[in-house]
C-alpha cells in the first residue's frame, strides 16, 4: 500500500512539474505575442502620428483647388468662344464660296 501511495504522489508530482512546464511556456508565448504587439501599436502610432493634420492640410489644399477652378470657368467659357469666333472667321477667310454665299443670304435678309 505504501508503494502504491508513493507512486501516486510521484505521479501527481510529475503531473504538476509538466502542467507548470505547459503554463511556463504559455506565459513565455503570451509575452512574445504581447511584445509584438506592442511593437506594431507603437509603429503604427509612429506612422499615424501625423495623419490628422495631413488630411486637414490636404483637404485645404483641396478646397483652395476647386475655388481656383470655379473662378477660371468662366474664363474658359470666353476663351472657348474667342477660339470658335477666330475658327469661324478663319474658315471664312479660307473658303471664298463659303464667304460669297453667307454674303448673298446676308443682303437678301437686308432687302426684305
Known sequence: ML?????????????GFYLTWQMWNLR??????????????????????GAPGEIERRGNGIRQLHQNYRALE??????????ALIGMGRSLMLNPGLNQRLR???????TR
Open 104 to 110: 448673298k443670304s446676308a443682303t437678301k435678309r437686308m
Open 74 to 83: 468662366p474664363k474658359l467659357q470666353q476663351a472657348q468662344k474667342a477660339l
Open 3 to 15: 508503494i502504491a501511495v508513493i507512486v501516486l504522489n510521484l505521479a501527481i508530482a510529475l503531473y
Open 28 to 49: 513565455r508565448t503570451f509575452s512574445q505575442a504581447a511584445d509584438a504587439l506592442i511593437l506594431a501599436e507603437q509603429n503604427t502610432h509612429h506612422v499615424l502620428n
